[in-house]
């Protein structure tokens, strides 16, 4: 391979395999997500560590359960000084960013940019915060913004 591969990894909260119709749905339609996972690659076979936000969260970017990443439930800080795949992936020179709900109680690290939920989130008239200091985008529900008129990237 002579060019490097674009990554993107969307994590969405609350929705099962049969949410989205490139993983089987005949109920939902989801188009945007269903082109980009015709370009890219379907976990079709991928299990749970942990049910809960933050602890999954946490065992996603870390390889960790959660006993040894230290997230055991959502009131924990995460520890961020331990590695992680975003500081893997600035490691071989990838620009790293994140965008939305982290839930993990700490500043993100190994990530270049950033905008983040506080906790849970308002999803009316959201709430972001970012190395920088913290904003509202008033009359808009979180899920029609787009990270790149809201956050300096």
């Known amino acids: 391979m002579s060019k490097r591969p674009n990554i993107l990894f969307i994590m969405i909260d609350d929705h099962a395999v049969q949410a989205i119709c490139a993983c089987g749905s005949v109920v939902n339609t989801t188009p945007n997500l269903d082109r980009i996972a015709a370009g890219g690659a379907v976990f079709d076979n991928s299990f749970c560590c942990n049910s809960m936000c933050a602890p999954s969260r946490a065992s996603i970017i870390t390889g960790k359960h959660s006993h040894i990443n230290g997230q055991f439930r959502?009131?924990?800080?995460f520890d961020g000084s331990q590695m992680t795949l975003p500081k893997e992936m600035q490691a071989a020179g990838y620009p790293t960013s994140i965008f939305g709900k982290r839930h993990l109680n700490s500043d993100p690290t190994g990530f270049d940019t950033w905008g983040i939920l506080p906790g849970q989130g308002n999803y009316y008239?959201?709430?972001?915060i970012t190395p920088e200091g913290s904003f509202t985008v008033n009359g808009s529900y979180f899920g029609t913004l787009r990270a790149r008129h809201y956050i300096p990237f």
């Open 74 to 77: 959502l009131l924990e800080k």
């Open 125 to 128: 008239s959201p709430e972001f």
